[in-house]
C-alpha cells in the first residue's frame, strides 16, 4: 500500500516520524478509556487495534471501519486477530447499528473534518454507543468551519467552541488538547494542535 502522506502506515514509515508518533500516542491515550466492544470508525489500515489491545484485557472486541477498501484489505493482512474484525463501510451511512450492533466504546480520530454532514456523524456515533459508553474523538484546531482550510484532505477545521457545540449529544464531555506527544488538560498560554474529546453518554 503506497504512503501519501494522509493515511498513517507505520510498516512503511521512518519509525521517527513525528506524524506517525503522534497518532500512535492518541491510541495510547484512548487505551485508558477503552472496554468491552470496540468500534474504531475511520480505522485506516488497522494498526490502532495492535496499540489497543496491548495490557488491555478490558477490550473484548474491536471492529474496525474504514471507507477504503483497500486500508481494510491491508488490516485484515497485517493486523487480523480472532479479536478482530474490519469492514469497508461509510462513516455516514445510516444503516451502521443495525449493520454492527452497539459498543461499549467508539474511536474517531481526524474524521470528522473530512467531510459535510458532521452532525450526522455524530448522531451515527451516538446511537452506537451503548447507554453508559465512552466516545474518544479528535480533530486539528482550525479558523472555524465558515473559513478556508489549507488541508486539501480537510472539509473545514472546527474553533473549541464548534467542536464543543457539534458534541453537545452526549451528557458530559471532557476537552484534552495535544502537542505531540503530550495530551493534557489545556494550560494557559501553551499552542496546541489538535483536540481530544471523551464523551460519555
Not at 444503516?95 to 454492527?100: E, G, P, Q, S
Not at 468551519?145 to 458530559?172: A, G, R
Amino acid at each position: 500500500m503506497q504512503y501519501t502522506g494522509e493515511r498513517i502506515i507505520p510498516k512503511v514509515m521512518n519509525p521517527k516520524s513525528g506524524l506517525l508518533l503522534e497518532h500512535l500516542f492518541r491510541y495510547r491515550f484512548a487505551r485508558k478509556f477503552c472496554r468491552g466492544r470496540v468500534l474504531d470508525i475511520a480505522c485506516g489500515v488497522g494498526y490502532g487495534s495492535e496499540i489497543l489491545f496491548k495490557k488491555n484485557p478490558a477490550i473484548t472486541e474491536y471492529v474496525g471501519i474504514d471507507h477504503c477498501q483497500e486500508s481494510i484489505d491491508y488490516a485484515n493482512k497485517h493486523y487480523k486477530t480472532y479479536k478482530t474484525s474490519y469492514f469497508a463501510d461509510d462513516a455516514l451511512n445510516k444503516n451502521l447499528l443495525t449493520l454492527y450492533g452497539k459498543f461499549d466504546t467508539i474511536i474517531s480520530f481526524e474524521t470528522i473534518e473530512h467531510f459535510d454532514g458532521d452532525a450526522k456523524f455524530i448522531q451515527n456515533l451516538y446511537n452506537l454507543l451503548k447507554s453508559d459508553g465512552t466516545l474518544i474523538i479528535s480533530t486539528p484546531f482550525g479558523k472555524g468551519k465558515d473559513q478556508p482550510c489549507s488541508n486539501p484532505y480537510h472539509v473545514f477545521q472546527y474553533t473549541e467552541d464548534e467542536f464543543m457545540d457539534i458534541l453537545n449529544p452526549f451528557n458530559s464531555i471532557t476537552m484534552y488538547h495535544q502537542l505531540d506527544n503530550t495530551i493534557e488538560f489545556p494550560k494557559p498560554n501553551k499552542k496546541y494542535y489538535l483536540m481530544v474529546a471523551v464523551c460519555k453518554k
